[in-house]
């Protein structure tokens, strides 16, 4: 056979199954052409993240900034400062202060006290609890022991023994510099810096990448300076929070954790090997900070650590706060705690770990706020100042120069209006920032790694990548993926590979470790055959009250009712690997359902030919908030889609 014939065959097959490819949307006419129009973050031929306007109609309908309001106006009684030559916290009485205080008492005295909150390691669920001590004096400079982390204080008006009035409630911490002697580092700058340098997670939840640019101009400005990239590709694992952090910090996301029984309700987190440990074992300190105790990553709905996890942990402190202060609820969770922002402890407590060992250890540390976030999207909008404030003081300080920096959320806003009734979304929700900063002598040292995160800036990442980014920072001297031990590879996926090295052009979600229900690589296209909305939506709520029949729900859950279909969205496939069922196609619903206008999305295989319906209910995603509904299960899954009876 001829070179020009075996050349026009292999021409002829590849029409052909392209044909056959297009033939499979043939009842949607404007797929190609949509395609064709459209502008993405990531394209490839196996991913296609479709660009989106920020400031698109849908959702600037719902947007409104919200405004800041101070927790408190009074000006500080006690202050806390840093010896730098005694290395040790002195709290100080602002005489100024107390005078201002004082003289509408008369002849009255400034009384300050302080009781020391701690972790009580005797307590069954010891991340629940906090200790505290005894009331005791505190006077003028007062100098804090290195053995305590975390105080509370109050100060009254008092005219001999006689309180008048408590004039202020406070609290402070301390991240003591507890090194023994032989592990310091004397000199100016530490002489390891450059292989190991400090590597810090800033986090805010339930944020994409689109509401970054809404919410905080500011702070996506800071972000755009020298040194940041931008992960544009970067695509959540799983639903929440919980799947999403684990996979960064162990490889392993939540669904995987649980089939193999290592923690559930009544199990604690400890057993999961997390990547501060390895830190750790490398000469690192690390820390962990949260704020909104009740809504903690590895505590809600969990029992949380048995042992304290990290060097310097802040979660007892936290739930010490918001149990004896006066709390201020906004955007949905406890804002203030006390005078202060929960989330100003948080960075606080970011600003004093990173100082603490400047020059003597490197530093491991996360520091995430759900406070303004997590309830209301429209929260970012008030504090976009206050998050661009830290930021400025950490670079003042010079904390850039001397690490990687990872400024990232869990996921996008996953309920409310802009899921219901907002098309964009669908992709924010799987969307969330992500962005990495490098210093200047690491750009400098390892341009072939700079190199490679900008290119992966538009490449499909996710946690999973990270996580490997994580194991690369401890191994600077790996060129590639072989280096590392198959053991310290993600156990969820075996093809991610760290974020210095290039990324696959053709990656698609599988190699990425995403799941179909969270991949943003496949465009959609609008179906607007109403029958087929109709046919589609009954059978998916015919399944819905199967399963609770199946799982011997119904004496606890009401059944379903479609009330409404809100968008039917057809996937389109991009996978090369083989001509698929013409019949057969993918599609995302989003519906409304009675009882409790209920609202659902739901990823689906549908066969055209047969009308039959194949879904996974536990893969259901609920579009509101679900609590009050679902008080009669602990199940986490079951929450989603089950309206107890007793709710009526």
Known sequence: MSLGRNVFLLCSIQFLLCKAKLSLHSHYPNVAKTLENKKFYVDSPSCKMPEMDPFSADIMRFFKRRQFRECSSDKDLLISEFDSHLRQYRIKIDENSAQQHLKK????????????????????????????????????????????????????????????KLLQKDAFLFVQDRLNHEHKNTEHHRPDLQSKPNVIILGIDSTSRMNLRRSMPKVHKFLQRPGWFEMQGYNKVGE??????????????????????????????????????????????????????????????????????VDFYLRNFIVALETILKTRREFGNVFCLGRKLGFQYVFD???????????????????????????????????????????????????????????????????GVTRQASKSGYLEERLPLMFIHVPPWFRKIYPQYVENLKINQNRLSSGFDLHMTLHHLLHLNATSMADFSPKLQASQCKMCQSLFFQLPANRNCSHAGIREKWCSCEPTETVTNQRLLRK?????????????????????????????????????????????????????????????????????????????????????????????????????????????????
């Open 105 to 164: 008492f008369g002849n009255a005295t400034l009384k300050c006290e302080y009781q020391v909150i701690g972790r009580n390691k005797k307590d069954s669920f010891p991340d629940n609890h906090f200790s505290f001590s005894k009331l005791q004096p505190l006077s003028q400079s007062f100098l804090v022991p290195k053995t305590i982390d975390f105080i509370s204080t109050q100060c009254h008006a008092v005219h001999g023994n006689i309180d008048l």
């Open 240 to 309: 929440n929070t919980l799947p999403n952090l684990l996979a960064i910090l162990t490889g392993n996301a939540e669904e995987n954790a649980l089939f193999n029984g290592r923690f559930g309700h009544s199990g604690f987190i400890d057993k999961l090997k997390f990547i501060w440990q390895l830190f750790k074992k490398n000469g690192y300190m690390t820390a962990f900070g949260e704020d909104c105790a009740k809504i903690n990553t590895f505590n809600y709905q969990k029992p949380g650590f048995k042992q304290q996890p």
């Open 349 to 415: 407590f970011a600003r004093q770990f990173m100082q603490r060992f400047e020059n003597s250890a490197p530093v491991f540390g996360i520091f995430w706020s759900n406070s303004f976030t997590h309830e209301d999207f429209l929260g970012a909008t008030a504090l976009d100042h206050v998050f661009l404030e830290y930021l400025t003081l950490y670079d003042e300080l010079g904390f850039f120069n001397r690490s990687i920096v990872m400024v990232l959320s869990d996921h996008g806003y996953r309920y």
């Open 536 to 648: 589609v939506a009954q059978e998916v709520v015919h399944h819905m009250n199967r399963h609770l029949r199946d799982r011997n729900l119904t004496t606890l859950c009401q059944n379903y009712a479609l009330k409404k279909v809100l968008y039917l969205d057809s996937k389109i496939s991009l996978s090369e690997d083989s001509v698929e069922d013409e019949q057969l196609h993918t599609y995302i619903i989003t519906f409304e359902t009675n009882p409790s206008s209920a609202h659902f999305e739901a990823t689906v295989q549908w066969n055209s030919e047969k009308e039959t319906l194949n879904m996974n209910v536990d893969e259901l995603s609920r579009l509101e908030s679900y609590e009050k509904h679902s008080k009669c299960t602990r199940d986490p899954i079951i929450k989603k889609y089950c309206i107890c009876k007793e709710f009526k």
